[in-house]
Antibody, heavy 121, light 110 residues
Protein backbone atom coordinates (compact mmCIF):
# COMPACT_ATOMS: atom_id res chain seq x y z
CA UNK A 1 0.00 0.00 0.00
CA UNK A 2 1.32 3.41 -0.99
CA UNK A 3 1.74 5.68 2.02
CA UNK A 4 2.96 9.26 2.40
CA UNK A 5 3.45 10.71 5.86
CA UNK A 6 4.24 14.39 6.29
CA UNK A 7 5.78 15.91 9.39
CA UNK A 8 7.41 19.13 10.52
CA UNK A 9 4.49 21.52 10.49
CA UNK A 10 3.71 23.87 13.35
CA UNK A 11 3.51 27.46 14.51
CA UNK A 12 6.25 29.82 13.36
CA UNK A 13 6.70 33.58 13.52
CA UNK A 14 6.81 35.70 10.37
CA UNK A 15 10.29 35.61 8.91
CA UNK A 16 10.99 32.22 10.44
CA UNK A 17 11.83 28.88 8.89
CA UNK A 18 10.46 25.35 8.89
CA UNK A 19 11.46 22.11 7.20
CA UNK A 20 8.74 19.71 6.18
CA UNK A 21 9.43 16.02 5.57
CA UNK A 22 7.41 13.38 3.76
CA UNK A 23 8.24 9.73 4.35
CA UNK A 24 7.18 7.47 1.48
CA UNK A 25 6.55 3.74 1.43
CA UNK A 26 4.81 1.10 -0.64
CA UNK A 27 6.26 2.11 -4.02
CA UNK A 28 9.60 2.70 -5.73
CA UNK A 29 10.19 6.23 -4.52
CA UNK A 30 13.12 6.91 -6.85
CA UNK A 31 10.96 6.16 -9.90
CA UNK A 32 8.35 8.86 -9.30
CA UNK A 33 8.24 12.61 -9.47
CA UNK A 34 6.85 14.19 -6.32
CA UNK A 35 5.13 17.45 -5.49
CA UNK A 36 4.20 19.70 -2.61
CA UNK A 37 0.71 21.21 -2.77
CA UNK A 38 -0.80 23.52 -0.16
CA UNK A 39 -4.32 24.43 0.84
CA UNK A 40 -5.11 27.61 2.72
CA UNK A 41 -7.77 27.32 5.43
CA UNK A 42 -11.19 27.06 3.85
CA UNK A 43 -9.81 27.77 0.41
CA UNK A 44 -8.43 26.02 -2.59
CA UNK A 45 -5.37 24.11 -3.64
CA UNK A 46 -2.11 25.59 -4.90
CA UNK A 47 0.84 23.83 -6.50
CA UNK A 48 3.96 24.74 -4.51
CA UNK A 49 6.77 22.72 -6.02
CA UNK A 50 7.33 19.58 -8.10
CA UNK A 51 10.63 17.70 -8.15
CA UNK A 52 11.95 15.13 -10.60
CA UNK A 53 12.71 11.57 -9.56
CA UNK A 54 16.43 12.29 -9.33
CA UNK A 55 15.94 15.66 -7.66
CA UNK A 56 17.85 17.42 -10.41
CA UNK A 57 14.82 19.33 -11.73
CA UNK A 58 12.60 21.49 -9.57
CA UNK A 59 10.06 24.23 -10.10
CA UNK A 60 8.33 26.65 -7.77
CA UNK A 61 5.15 28.68 -7.67
CA UNK A 62 5.83 32.39 -8.05
CA UNK A 63 4.50 32.93 -4.53
CA UNK A 64 7.32 30.87 -2.96
CA UNK A 65 10.15 31.28 -5.48
CA UNK A 66 13.38 32.21 -3.73
CA UNK A 67 12.07 31.30 -0.27
CA UNK A 68 11.23 27.59 -0.50
CA UNK A 69 13.52 24.74 -1.56
CA UNK A 70 12.34 21.25 -2.42
CA UNK A 71 14.67 18.26 -2.22
CA UNK A 72 14.60 14.51 -1.84
CA UNK A 73 16.74 11.71 -0.46
CA UNK A 74 16.02 8.60 -2.48
CA UNK A 75 18.14 6.49 -0.13
CA UNK A 76 15.76 7.42 2.69
CA UNK A 77 12.56 7.52 0.60
CA UNK A 78 11.94 11.02 1.90
CA UNK A 79 10.83 14.30 0.35
CA UNK A 80 11.61 17.65 1.95
CA UNK A 81 10.44 21.25 1.76
CA UNK A 82 12.66 23.89 3.32
CA UNK A 83 10.62 27.03 3.93
CA UNK A 84 12.40 30.28 4.77
CA UNK A 85 11.22 33.86 5.31
CA UNK A 86 7.73 32.63 6.07
CA UNK A 87 4.80 34.99 5.70
CA UNK A 88 1.26 34.98 7.04
CA UNK A 89 0.00 34.04 3.59
CA UNK A 90 2.02 30.81 3.74
CA UNK A 91 -0.33 29.54 6.43
CA UNK A 92 -1.82 26.38 4.98
CA UNK A 93 -2.01 22.61 5.11
CA UNK A 94 0.91 21.27 3.11
CA UNK A 95 0.47 17.99 1.27
CA UNK A 96 3.11 15.87 -0.35
CA UNK A 97 1.86 13.93 -3.34
CA UNK A 98 3.18 11.27 -5.69
CA UNK A 99 3.01 11.66 -9.46
CA UNK A 100 1.87 8.64 -11.45
CA UNK A 101 5.19 8.46 -13.24
CA UNK A 102 8.49 10.22 -13.75
CA UNK A 103 7.05 13.29 -15.50
CA UNK A 104 6.78 16.24 -13.09
CA UNK A 105 3.36 17.21 -14.42
CA UNK A 106 1.65 13.84 -14.28
CA UNK A 107 -1.47 13.60 -12.11
CA UNK A 108 -1.02 13.11 -8.39
CA UNK A 109 -2.32 9.64 -7.63
CA UNK A 110 -1.50 9.48 -3.93
CA UNK A 111 -1.48 12.20 -1.27
CA UNK A 112 -0.33 12.36 2.32
CA UNK A 113 -2.64 13.42 5.12
CA UNK A 114 -1.13 16.91 5.22
CA UNK A 115 0.70 18.94 7.84
CA UNK A 116 -0.49 22.35 9.06
CA UNK A 117 1.86 25.32 8.94
CA UNK A 118 0.73 28.42 10.80
CA UNK A 119 2.67 31.66 10.41
CA UNK A 120 1.73 34.11 13.13
CA UNK A 121 3.27 36.30 15.77
CA UNK B 1 -0.99 32.59 -11.63
CA UNK B 2 -4.78 32.87 -11.92
CA UNK B 3 -6.81 29.81 -11.06
CA UNK B 4 -9.11 27.95 -13.42
CA UNK B 5 -12.75 28.95 -12.97
CA UNK B 6 -15.24 26.53 -11.46
CA UNK B 7 -18.76 27.14 -10.14
CA UNK B 8 -18.73 27.58 -6.38
CA UNK B 9 -21.44 25.01 -5.86
CA UNK B 10 -23.49 22.41 -7.70
CA UNK B 11 -26.29 20.32 -6.25
CA UNK B 12 -28.46 17.42 -7.26
CA UNK B 13 -30.77 14.77 -5.93
CA UNK B 14 -29.73 11.15 -5.46
CA UNK B 15 -29.73 9.32 -8.78
CA UNK B 16 -29.45 12.47 -10.86
CA UNK B 17 -26.48 13.53 -12.98
CA UNK B 18 -24.54 16.71 -12.41
CA UNK B 19 -21.77 18.39 -14.37
CA UNK B 20 -19.00 20.60 -13.01
CA UNK B 21 -17.26 22.94 -15.43
CA UNK B 22 -13.64 24.10 -15.34
CA UNK B 23 -12.85 27.05 -17.58
CA UNK B 24 -9.38 28.11 -18.50
CA UNK B 25 -7.66 29.45 -21.58
CA UNK B 26 -5.91 28.19 -24.68
CA UNK B 27 -2.70 28.27 -22.62
CA UNK B 28 -3.88 25.60 -20.22
CA UNK B 29 -7.14 23.64 -20.54
CA UNK B 30 -7.50 24.31 -24.24
CA UNK B 31 -3.87 23.74 -25.08
CA UNK B 32 -3.16 20.42 -23.41
CA UNK B 33 -4.98 17.17 -22.70
CA UNK B 34 -3.60 17.22 -19.18
CA UNK B 35 -6.70 18.00 -17.14
CA UNK B 36 -7.26 16.11 -13.90
CA UNK B 37 -10.04 16.13 -11.32
CA UNK B 38 -9.72 15.58 -7.58
CA UNK B 39 -12.36 14.84 -4.96
CA UNK B 40 -11.85 16.07 -1.41
CA UNK B 41 -14.02 15.20 1.56
CA UNK B 42 -13.86 17.50 4.62
CA UNK B 43 -10.65 17.04 6.57
CA UNK B 44 -9.29 14.54 4.06
CA UNK B 45 -6.62 14.63 1.38
CA UNK B 46 -7.64 15.04 -2.26
CA UNK B 47 -8.25 11.89 -4.31
CA UNK B 48 -7.57 11.59 -8.03
CA UNK B 49 -10.80 10.87 -9.91
CA UNK B 50 -10.02 11.67 -13.57
CA UNK B 51 -6.76 12.32 -15.42
CA UNK B 52 -5.77 13.20 -18.97
CA UNK B 53 -9.26 14.66 -19.47
CA UNK B 54 -11.14 11.37 -19.71
CA UNK B 55 -9.15 8.62 -18.01
CA UNK B 56 -10.31 7.02 -14.78
CA UNK B 57 -7.81 5.50 -12.29
CA UNK B 58 -8.49 1.94 -11.26
CA UNK B 59 -10.91 1.79 -8.36
CA UNK B 60 -12.78 4.97 -9.28
CA UNK B 61 -16.45 4.42 -10.03
CA UNK B 62 -17.50 4.59 -13.68
CA UNK B 63 -20.17 7.06 -12.55
CA UNK B 64 -17.43 9.66 -12.87
CA UNK B 65 -16.50 10.81 -16.36
CA UNK B 66 -14.54 13.68 -17.87
CA UNK B 67 -14.63 15.61 -21.12
CA UNK B 68 -13.31 18.77 -22.72
CA UNK B 69 -14.50 21.26 -25.30
CA UNK B 70 -12.29 24.16 -26.22
CA UNK B 71 -11.07 25.89 -23.08
CA UNK B 72 -13.59 24.22 -20.78
CA UNK B 73 -13.26 20.83 -19.16
CA UNK B 74 -16.13 19.08 -17.41
CA UNK B 75 -16.62 16.41 -14.78
CA UNK B 76 -19.92 14.55 -14.83
CA UNK B 77 -21.18 12.49 -11.94
CA UNK B 78 -24.03 10.21 -12.90
CA UNK B 79 -26.31 8.35 -10.50
CA UNK B 80 -25.45 10.84 -7.76
CA UNK B 81 -24.94 9.26 -4.34
CA UNK B 82 -24.66 10.69 -0.83
CA UNK B 83 -20.98 9.73 -0.71
CA UNK B 84 -20.31 12.00 -3.70
CA UNK B 85 -20.90 15.07 -1.53
CA UNK B 86 -17.48 16.69 -1.42
CA UNK B 87 -15.35 19.43 -2.93
CA UNK B 88 -14.04 18.90 -6.45
CA UNK B 89 -11.00 20.55 -8.02
CA UNK B 90 -9.79 20.52 -11.58
CA UNK B 91 -6.18 21.10 -12.55
CA UNK B 92 -4.38 21.61 -15.82
CA UNK B 93 -0.84 21.88 -17.06
CA UNK B 94 -0.24 25.45 -18.16
CA UNK B 95 3.04 25.17 -20.02
CA UNK B 96 6.27 26.93 -19.06
CA UNK B 97 6.68 24.41 -16.25
CA UNK B 98 3.57 25.42 -14.35
CA UNK B 99 0.32 23.82 -13.40
CA UNK B 100 -2.80 25.39 -11.98
CA UNK B 101 -5.77 24.28 -9.91
CA UNK B 102 -9.36 25.34 -10.28
CA UNK B 103 -11.22 27.40 -7.70
CA UNK B 104 -13.10 24.35 -6.44
CA UNK B 105 -16.76 23.29 -6.47
CA UNK B 106 -18.79 22.11 -3.52
CA UNK B 107 -21.17 19.32 -4.53
CA UNK B 108 -24.25 18.94 -2.39
CA UNK B 109 -26.54 15.93 -2.56
CA UNK B 110 -30.03 17.11 -1.73
Amino acid sequence: EVQLLESGGGLVQPGGSLRLSCAASGFTFSSCAMSWVRQTPGKGLEWVSPISRSGATTYYADSVQGRFTVSRDNSKNTLYLQMNDLRAEDTAVYYCAKADGYNLWRPLDCWGQGTLVTVSS
Amino acid sequence: QSALTQPASVSGSPGQSITISCTGTSSDVGGYNYVSWYQQHPGKAPKLMIYDVTERPSGVSNRFSGSKSGNTASLTISGLQAEDEADYYCTSYRGSATSVFGTGTKVTVL
